[in-house]
């Protein structure tokens, strides 16, 4: 099959399959064209989509192992002198890889949300959604072009911006995806400025076009500046993968999304959104190896957001968002990867992440539907007897999330720590600090979370627990919602709107739909890692497709040293980061079920230092008074001097006084009398021989 091109027709039904199956439940399943079919017929379009698209992908992806590729252009939507703007597919081992994650999270998500959403009013709604979702993403992996990534890139962001605010009802909602929204509009403004300078410097959007000339664009400076062009290019970039990525400081929209129902939060934040950046930097490595101040700014921003963002899952009693931290934190990790000019291992990690991150979630999700929608871990406690399946497979996510030898994360997060210790560019020392703190910070919380909701004293079903839900029933259901901002204040709920297990009452195991996915995503979150470590890192199947120059020796390095995914486990317990997992996990144990009163000890010893990473580093709060205060200063300053005293005040009525002004001079002229208008013709006269008497020829 070496050399064979792949069926743009089969590749066009990849991203096509979900939208067909988004416009059945989104258009005939909702009161848009009147509720022409129901919820079965919703969730059967939209999961055969995804399954089509899935089953696509894998075919895809074995072809392009047996040497197929596909680059080409589908549709030519216009052109523009030599400039093309066009639908085109680049298929490679990179895009193919991301299409079987892509579609198969996606799928899995799907199946849950049956059991998930059984109670809610949007159900329909809710499934045209996560579809639309996967086809916005497929577009953007497949594309091969700037102006269909940007399509992509766009449209991810819209339809998250929907997922977030779900339940529009609730104002927490509403605030959440607006915030979104906006901190992506932030990043997505460098990002169009980055295809902007490729655009105006190469005179094509296409990627490989755009490669072709890298050497060209290398030796250009900024105008009016000595800034190289690549650097600035490649920085506005990633400025716009910080946004989509949620990197520091454009990290704030990401734990607030949880406001959004919880298989949104598996999809978004496991395999598909916030994995975009990751993608793009990768699919870029070309132009970013030829800057290596751009690699260092990648590396400060994904070390800084590795390890603070780490420190603020410590302190989170919301189950959901302490997976959300969770991912900010190895979203940095994965960062920083790139930094390191280790695309590959960056990749390898963000598939590796999105099927035990994607585990978490769903995980998480079962536990609150056990908890009747509570989601406060301070409520939970000895749910492994009530709820096995959940436990095991959240246990399998929680080792692979703390690199555990022989489980997928172990494979991915090592190769990172590895490739940092094997950089020499500007921040690299900071990098190799943040990457082995955040191992045992990373150990630390997630064992946390585990111990206090699987494990210890049951604590469920007090009359007075800790406030806190999931908001996965209709509001009608349940009447009105507590604010998920807050984990630290209790709600006084009327009977009707309670949440949690009454006295008496039992966590249940999830139904079948539920707990289906967790089990298919706990296989990969076990053995992918070991299975495609070889190939993926120190094979040839990233070769052509992800560049790395002679003078980043980090992945060189990393393959001279690798010996077998058996011996790289057996290996790894002997290194740094296993006992730096091993000392969070016992002292997660010691502190949460040995000896509570040390946490306790620690919040009022070191009560500022909690203050800050409750405040969550008063991110929100800076944002809010520079930015947002800043811009109602200057609308407030443009309101009452530009439009009130410039336009309104100058312009509008200004003018209209003159012209008023006029008229009342007119008025005093325009007498009615024949006598009057003869006498200012005669001066009229008069005054026109005064003024031409000098010009007139003397005798």
């Known amino acids: 099959m070496a050399g064979q091109l792949l069926n743009p027709n089969l590749l066009l039904a990849v991203p096509l399959a979900p939208l067909a199956g988004a416009a059945i439940a989104g258009l005939l399943g909702t009161q848009f064209l009147g509720n022409l079919v129901g919820r079965k017929t919703s969730h059967t379009a939209t999961i055969l989509g995804v399954l089509i698209a899935f089953i696509l992908s894998v075919q895809t992806l074995l072809a392009v192992m047996d040497g197929a590729t596909f680059n080409g252009t589908i549709y030519n939507w216009m052109t523009i002198g030599t400039l093309k703007m066009e639908v085109g597919f680049q298929i490679d081992s990179l895009s193919a890889m991301m299409m079987c994650v892509v579609t198969f999270v996606s799928l899995m998500v799907h199946i849950y949300t049956i059991g998930y959403m059984k109670d809610d009013e949007g159900y329909n709604r809710f499934f045209a959604y996560i579809s639309l979702f996967t086809f916005s993403m497929l577009m953007l992996v497949m594309a091969n072009n700037f102006l269909q990534l940007f399509f992509g890139w766009e449209a991810v962001g819209l339809v998250s911006y929907l997922l977030i605010g779900f339940w529009y009802q609730r104002p927490t909602a509403i605030v959440a995806n607006m915030k979104a929204f906006l901190v992506n509009r932030v990043g997505d403004f460098g990002f169009i400025l980055g295809i902007g300078l490729l655009l105006a410097y190469a005179g094509t959007m296409n990627y490989q076009e755009v490669f072709a000339k890298k050497d060209e664009l290398a030796l250009l400076s900024l105008p009016g500046t000595d800034w190289a062009l690549l650097t600035v290019a490649c920085i506005c970039l990633f400025i716009g993968a910080m946004g989509k990525s949620a990197q520091f400081p454009l990290h704030v929209w990401l ?28 699919r870029m490595s070309p132009l970013f190896e030829l800057s290596d101040t751009a690699l260092s700014f990648i590396l400060v921003i994904g070390s800084i957001t590795a390890l603070f963002m780490g420190f ?41 992440h999105a099927f035990f991150k994607a585990l978490l979630f769903l995980g998480a999700g079962s536990v609150i539907i056990g908890m009747h929608h509570d989601q406060d871990i301070r409520n939970m406690g000895g749910l492994r007897k009530y709820m096995p399946i959940t436990w095991i497979t959240s246990l399998v996510g929680s080792l692979a999330l703390i690199g555990t030898p022989l489980f997928s994360g172990f494979y991915s997060k090592d190769s990172i720590i590895e490739a940092v210790e094997a950089t020499h560019i500007w921040g690299a020392g900071f990098a190799q600090f943040a990457v082995l703190a955040g191992v045992f910070v990373t150990a630390f919380y997630s064992f946390r979370m585990y111990f206090l909701v699987f494990h210890g004293k049951e604590r469920f079903g007090q009359a007075h627990a800790h406030g806190h839900d999931d908001h996965h029933v209709p509001k009608a259901a349940h009447g009105a919602h507590g ?75 990393l393959s001279h040293e690798f010996h077998g995914a058996m011996a790289m486990a057996i290996h790894g317990l002997s290194t740094a980061p296993f006992w730096l997992a091993l000392s969070g996990v016992v002292a997660a144990y010691y502190c949460y079920m040995v000896n509570p009163r040390v946490p306790a000890w620690f ?15 008063y991110m929100d709060k800076f944002n809010e008074v520079v930015f947002a205060g800043g811009a109602r200063l200057l609308g407030n300053g443009l309101w009452n001097f530009g439009d009130k005293k410039l336009i309104d005040g100058l312009l509008v009525n200004g003018s209209a006084k003159v012209v008023a002004w006029l008229s009342s001079l007119s008025r005093v002229l325009q007498t009615g009398y024949i006598y009057h208008y003869a006498f200012v013709m005669i001066l009229g006269v008069l005054g026109f021989l005064i003024y031409f008497l000098p010009f007139w020829p003397a005798k």
Do not use: C
């Not at 949880?258 to 950046?277: C, K």
């Open 255 to 282: 734990p607030d999304s949880m406001e959004g129902p919880t298989p949104i939060s598996a999809l978004i934040h496991a395999a598909t959104m916030v994995t975009a950046g990751i993608f793009m930097v990768s």
């Open 312 to 352: 603020l899952g410590i302190i989170q009693n919301d189950i959901k968002r302490v997976v959300a931290y969770s991912t900010l934190s190895q979203l940095g990790y994965m960062t920083v990867a790139l930094g390191s000019s280790a695309y590959s291992v960056a990749v390898f990690h963000l598939m590796t």
């Open 483 to 557: 604010d998920a901002h807050d984990d630290h204040h209790e709600e006084e709920e009327d009977d009707h709107a309670h949440h949690g297990l009454e006295p008496g009452q039992k966590p249940h195991e999830s139904p079948f739909v539920v707990w289906f996915p967790l089990v298919m995503l706990a296989i990969p979150s076990l053995i992918i890692g070991y299975l495609t470590i070889g190939p993926m890192l120190h094979g040839d199947f990233f070769k052509g497709v992800i560049f790395v120059g002679e003078n980043h020796p980090a992945m060189e390095e």
């Open 603 to 617: 919040f009022a010893k070191f009560h500022a230092i909690h203050t800050l990473l409750d405040n969550k580093y």
